[in-house]
C-alpha cells in the first residue's frame, strides 16, 4: 500500500508539472523542458529531478527562485537560452544541496543570492559537481565556502570547473569562493573578488587536492576580513572566535592533502590577492597549519607549473608532522611583490624552484626567497630587480639550506646583503646558502654595497667557539657590486639585552673556480668577467652571456653540474665555464660560439677576407663587409675626417654623423630579428632625415651663419662617399621591409 502511494504521488508531481515543462522520458532517462520560470512552477521541476534524476533544459529567460533544492540522484540543469539563466534562492538559505556520491552538472546558469548560516553559500556538496560556462556571485554563509562548500572525504567529493567565474562570495570562515574536503579541478576559470574571514579568500583546501589549469585566474580575493555582513549576524564572542582562525593563504590555502594525492596548478594566474593581516601577503599558502589544530596525519605535495604570480607570492608552511610539506615550481614568474614576507617563503618544509623568474618584488622581509628551518633548490632560475628593507635577496636561518645552481642574480638590492643574509641563532645548526656555478651581477646590500652578509645576531645564549660557512660557492662569479662582496654584519652574540663578542668565525668556503671582484670572502680576487648585459639567450629565462674575451671561458669547475641555466651541455671545450652561462659550439669546429664568425657552420680555420664579422663559408659577399660591421666603420672613418677638417663646428656633422649610423643599426637589427616593420620604418626615417642634413653640411651649404665654409675638397669628397655608402645601406634595408 505504501509503495503505491508514492508511486501516486509522484505520478501526481509530474502531472502538476505539465503545465510547466515539455516532458519526455526512456527507459534510461528523464528530460524536463521548463517553458515556464515562475515560482513554484519551475522550483518543483528542478526538485522532482533532484528526486528522481534526469535533465532539465531550461528554455525561458529567467530567473527562477528555489527554495533550497536537494538532489539525491544524478542529475543534469542546462540553460537553453542565449543568455545564462539566473537562479535564486526565494529566501535566506542557500539553492542547492547534493547528496553523497550523486553527480550534479549545471551548465550555462548564474546562481546568485544564495544564503548559509552553516557552510556553502549557495551550493553544498557531498557529491560530485561539475559546472561549465556558470557564474557564481553575491553568495554568503557563516561557516566555510561563500559559493560551494564541499564536505566529504577526498575520494567521495569533487567539483570541475570550466569556463566558470566565482565571483564576490563571502565566508565568515575559509573559502571566500570554495571550501574544499574533496578534488577540484579548473580549465579556464576565474575566482576573483571573493572575501574569506579567515584563511583562503579564493579557495581553502581542508582535506582536497587541486589540479588547476588552463588560464585559471585566482585574484582579487582577500583574506583574514570580516566583512558587516558577517558581523550583523554574529555575537561579539563568535567574531573573536573568528579573529583566531589562521587567515593565511590569500588566493589559494592548502590545509592537508594524502600523499597520494598531491596538487598541481599549471598555467595558472594568481595576482593582486590581500591577506588582511599582513597586506599584499602570499597568494597561496601551503601547509596543515593553516587549517587548525587538530590532528591530520597526511601531508601536503604541490605542483605549480607554467604560472604566473603578480603582486602575490607563495608561502609553505607546517612545522609540526612528518613529512614535511613538499612544494615544487617550474617555469613560473612570480612578478611585481610587495608585501612583508617574501615572495617564495619556506618553513618547516622542502621546495624546488626550477626555470623561476622572481622579478621587481619590493618586500618588508627578504627580497626574493626566505627558508626558515627548510630545504630550498634554486635552479635554472632568474631573481632580478628585487629589493628587500628587512633582509637580504634570499635570507636563511634556523638549520635551513639553499642551493641555487645554475641560475642568475642581478641587479637585487637589500638592506642586508644584496643576495644572501645568512645568520646563525641559538640553534644546533645555522642556515647555509651553497652557490654551484651561478652569476650574481650588480647585486649588493644598500648600506655598503655589500653582496655577502653574515650574522650571529639574534642569538640569546653563547656558542662555542667555532667556524661557521654560511655561504659557499662554487664555479661562482660575483661581480658588479659596488662595496666588499663579503660583509661580517656583526661578529657577536646578543645576550640579556647586550652584545658579547664570540671566539667563532664565520667564512666563506671556496669550493673552487670562483671569479670574485676582491678578496673580502677569503678567496683570491679574479680578473672582471666582461659580461654581456641580461638578455634573452635561449632557454626558459633571461642570462648573462659571456663575452668572447671573457676570462670565464673554460676557467670553471664542473663539478656535478652538466648543463648550464639554459638547460645547454656542459662544458664545451677544455673544461666548464665560470657561472650560469655555458658558452656553446653548435657547429662542433672547435671555435666557440662567442668566438666564432660562423657558428652554425663548421669552418676551423674562421677565414674571413672581407674583415667583417661574417666568415666566408656562410657570408653572401665574402668579399665585401656586411652591415653589422661597416655601419660602425663608416661612423669612425666619418669622425676621423671631420676632426682633420679644420671646419669650427665639429660637433655639429659628428652629430649628424652618429645619430645617422645609430638609427640605421637600429634599424638593421630589427629587420634582421623581424622587429615590426614600422619601427624599422621610423628608424630609417629618422637616418634619412639625419643624412640629408649631413649632406648640407658636407657640400657647405651653410644652415648656420657662423658655420666655417671652408671644408677641403678632398676631405668633402671623402664624406660625400660615405654618405652615399650610407644611402645604399638604406636602400638596402628599404628592399627588405
Excluded at 50 to 60: H, L, S, W, Y
Excluded at 259 to 288: E, F, H, Q, T, W
Excluded at 714 to 722: G, N, Q, S, V, Y
Amino acid at each position: 500500500m505504501k509503495a503505491r502511494q508514492a508511486h501516486l504521488r509522484t505520478l501526481l508531481s509530474a502531472t502538476v508539472l505539465v503545465a510547466a515543462v515539455i516532458v519526455s522520458s526512456s527507459a534510461s532517462a528523464k528530460t524536463l523542458t521548463i517553458i515556464d520560470c515562475s515560482y513554484p512552477a519551475a522550483h518543483n521541476a528542478l526538485k522532482y529531478i533532484g528526486k528522481v534524476g534526469g535533465t532539465v533544459e531550461i528554455a525561458c529567460e529567467g530567473p527562477i527562485d528555489v527554495d533550497g533544492i536537494v538532489f539525491r540522484r544524478d542529475a543534469t540543469i542546462r540553460s537553453t537560452t542565449l543568455q545564462r539563466t539566473r537562479i535564486r534562492p526565494s529566501g535566506e538559505h542557500r539553492h542547492m544541496l547534493v547528496v553523497g556520491g550523486v553527480k550534479l552538472t549545471l551548465e550555462r546558469l548564474e546562481l546568485e543570492g544564495g544564503r548559509s548560516v552553516d557552510d556553502g553559500g549557495s551550493i553544498l556538496n557531498y557529491g560530485h559537481v561539475r559546472l561549465v560556462d556558470v557564474r557564481m556571485r553575491d553568495n554568503r554563509t557563516l561557516g566555510h565556502g561563500g559559493a560551494i562548500a564541499t564536505r566529504a572525504s577526498v575520494g567521495d567529493g569533487s567539483v570541475y570547473l570550466q569556463s566558470t567565474e566565482i565571483r564576490d562570495n563571502i565566508a565568515a570562515k575559509h573559502g571566500g569562493g570554495l571550501y574544499m574536503e574533496g578534488r577540484l579541478q579548473s580549465a579556464a576559470a576565474i575566482v576573483d573578488y571573493n572575501t574569506a574571514g579567515a584563511g583562503g579568500g579564493g579557495v581553502f583546501f581542508a582535506r582536497g587536492a587541486a589540479q588547476l589549469s588552463t588560464t585559471t585566474f585566482v585574484r582579487y580575493n582577500r583574506s583574514g576580513t570580516i566583512v558587516s555582513w558577517v558581523t550583523e549576524r554574529l555575537s561579539d564572542e563568535d567574531i573573536m572566535l573568528l579573529k583566531k582562525l589562521p587567515n593565511a593563504g590569500a588566493g589559494l590555502a592548502f590545509g592537508g592533502l594524502p600523499s597520494d594525492l598531491p596538487s598541481s596548478l599549471m598555467d595558472v594566474r594568481l595576482y593582486d590577492n590581500d591577506l588582511y593581516a599582513a597586506p599584499d601577503g602570499p597568494a597561496v599558502a601551503i601547509g596543515k597549519s593553516y587549517f587548525n589544530d587538530s590532528d591530520i596525519d597526511t601531508f601536503v605535495q604541490t605542483a605549480v607549473l607554467d604560472s604566473t604570480f603578480y603582486e602575490s607570492g607563495i608561502t609553505v608552511h607546517d612545522g609540526r608532522y612528518d613529512p614535511l610539506p613538499r612544494l615544487q615550481v617550474v617555469g613560473s614568474e612570480f612578478n611585481g611583490y610587495r608585501g612583508g614576507g617574501a615572495p617564495v617563503k619556506a618553513v618547516n618544509s622542502f621546495v624546488t624552484l626550477h626555470q623561476v623568474t622572481i622579478q621587481d618584488s619590493h618586500s618588508g622581509g627578504s627580497g626574493a626567497l626566505q627558508a626558515e628551518n627548510s630545504g630550498v633548490v634554486l635552479t635554472q632560475s632568474l631573481l632580478v630587480d628585487n629589493m628587500s628593507v628587512g633582509g637580504g635577496l634570499i635570507t636563511v636561518s634556523r638549520n635551513s639550506f639553499v642551493e641555487v645552481v645554475n641560475s642568475t642574480l642581478s641587479s637585487n638590492s637589500a638592506n642586508w646583503g644584496g643576495a644572501v643574509y645568512a645568520r646563525t641563532t641559538d640553534d644546533p645548526q645555522p642556515g647555509v646558502v651553497r652557490f654551484k656555478a651561478s652569476t650574481l651581477y650588480d647585486t649588493q646590500d644598500l648600506d655598503t654595497g655589500s653582496v655577502f652578509v653574515l650574522s650571529t645576531d639574534y642569538s640569546e645564549t653563547p656558542v662555542d667557539a667555532q667556524t661557521v660557512q654560511l655561504v659557499q660557492l662554487q664555479n661562482t662569479i660575483v661581480a658588479g657590486n659596488s662595496g666588499p662582496a663579503c660583509r661580517l654584519k656583526d661578529n657577536s652574540l646578543y645576550v640579556d639585552s647586550g652584545w658579547y663578542p664570540t671566539t667563532g668565525a664565520l667564512t666563506v668556503l671556496d669550493g673552487g673556480g670562483n671569479l670574485l671582484a676582491d678578496d673580502s670572502c677569503g678567496i683570491a680576487v679574479g680578473p672582471d668577467p666582461l659580461l654581456e648585459p641580461l638578455d634573452d639567450n635561449g632557454g626558459p629565462t633571461l642570462t648573462h652571456a659571456l663575452s668572447p674575451e671573457s676570462p670565464a671561458l673554460d676557467a670553471g669547475v664542473c663539478g656535478n653540474v652538466t648543463t648550464d641555466q639554459r638547460n645547454l651541455p656542459r662544458p664545451v671545450g677544455a673544461g666548464c665555464d665560470v657561472g650560469a652561462f655555458e658558452v656553446q659550439d653548435d657547429d662542433g669546429d672547435g671555435v666557440l660560439n662567442s668566438l666564432d664568425n660562423c657558428p652554425n657552420v663548421a669552418n676551423a680555420d674562421q677565414a674571413n677576407q672581407d674583415g667583417d664579422t661574417t666568415g666566408d663559408v656562410c657570408d653572401p659577399e665574402p668579399s665585401v663587409p656586411d652591415m653589422q660591421t661597416r655601419i660602425p666603420q663608416i661612423q669612425q672613418e666619418g669622425e676621423a675626417l671631420i676632426e682633420g677638417s679644420g671646419v669650427s663646428d665639429q660637433d655639429v656633422m659628428k652629430d649628424a654623423l652618429l645619430g645617422t649610423t645609430v638609427s640605421l643599426d637600429a634599424a638593421r637589427r630589427g629587420a634582421e630579428e623581424g622587429w615590426p616593420s614600422s619601427y624599422v620604418q621610423s628608424q630609417l626615417y629618422a637616418a634619412s632625415t639625419l643624412l640629408t642634413y649631413l649632406k648640407k653640411l658636407t657640400a657647405m651649404k651653410s644652415v648656420k651663419p657662423y658655420f666655417n665654409p671652408e671644408l677641403d675638397a678632398d676631405t668633402a669628397a671623402a664624406l660625400m662617399d660615405l654618405i652615399a655608402e650610407l644611402e645604399a645601406i638604406i636602400a638596402t634595408l628599404e628592399s627588405q621591409l
